[in-house]
């Protein structure tokens, strides 16, 4: 069965440090990759996606995540944080197993992400 | 991007009745529509998959004669807990995607909702 790795359960930084979250995937057919954000009480919010392609991929608000195949990852990055960026991230992955393009998505237990002003 | 709206946000019921929450994808027709549970600092669980005009797919160990799907339409989905107990108070939120020409969309989730059975 697929499963998603996210081993930080909870980071803190600094407001304008750096960021990276990292998200390990079962190995599968050609994954697709996802990054999303939960603000308390709310619903998720695509940051990112990856299907084909670039593996560096760039999302909303200033994040990038990279692809590495041979590292079965895509970690979630980005150079300087906002007291804004407090929230819940979740990493997920879905396998195209018939290769018609239809998915199962399978998510990570997320990461909470503290930041100190 | 595709907008994904959940209603109502927040619901307090009573023990033993029924309560109806409503997914509407509002500038798409969904191929798909998902309903997951989310228990506090856990991450989301997969209730129920559903596609207009057929039968939702329940996930093992969910029950399916207490929490009722209906996709009525590509841009309509309806969860209903049927009797319900305080134990079924959670945050329960849906999702939609759709087809373009090469494969399934990324889900576009609704803002959740609240409830709380006492």
């Known amino acids: 069965a697929q499963s998603v790795t996210q081993p930080d359960i909870h980071i803190t930084v600094s407001e304008g440090a750096s960021l990276e979250l990292r998200c390990n995937y079962s190995?599968?057919?050609?994954?697709?990759l996802f990054w999303y954000v939960q603000s308390p009480g709310q619903g998720l919010q695509l940051l990112l996606k990856?299907?084909?392609?670039?593996?560096l991929v760039q999302g909303i608000k200033g994040f990038e995540a990279e692809f590495k195949r041979s590292q079965s990852s895509f970690n979630l990055r980005k150079p300087s944080v906002h007291w804004s960026d407090a929230a819940e991230y979740f990493c997920?992955?879905?396998?195209?197993?018939?290769?018609?393009?239809?998915?199962?998505?399978?998510f990570g237990k997320g990461t909470k992400l503290s930041v100190i002003p | 991007g595709a907008v994904v709206s959940q209603h109502p946000s927040w619901v307090i019921c009573k023990s033993g009745t029924s309560v109806k929450i409503e997914c509407r994808s509002l500038?798409?027709?969904?191929?798909?529509m998902f309903w997951y549970r989310q228990f506090p600092k856990q991450s989301l669980m997969l209730m129920a998959t559903?596609?207009?005009?057929?039968?939702?797919?329940?996930e093992q160990g969910v029950e399916k004669d207490k929490f009722l799907i209906n996709h009525a339409s590509l841009t309509l989905s309806t969860l209903t807990v049927t009797s319900a107990h305080p134990e079924d108070s959670s945050f329960y939120i849906c999702?939609?995607?759709?087809?373009?020409?090469?494969?399934?969309?990324?889900?576009?989730f609704g803002q959740g909702t609240r409830l709380t059975v006492v």
């Open positions: 999702s939609a995607r759709y087809r373009d020409r090469w494969r399934d969309t990324e889900a576009f």
């Open positions: 190995y599968g057919a050609t994954p697709y």
């Open positions: 990856y299907f084909s392609g670039d593996t």
């Open positions: 997920a992955v879905g396998y195209d197993y018939s290769g018609a393009g239809s998915y199962q998505l399978t």
């Open positions: 500038d798409f027709q969904a191929t798909t």
């Open positions: 559903s596609n207009e005009g057929s039968k939702a797919t329940y």
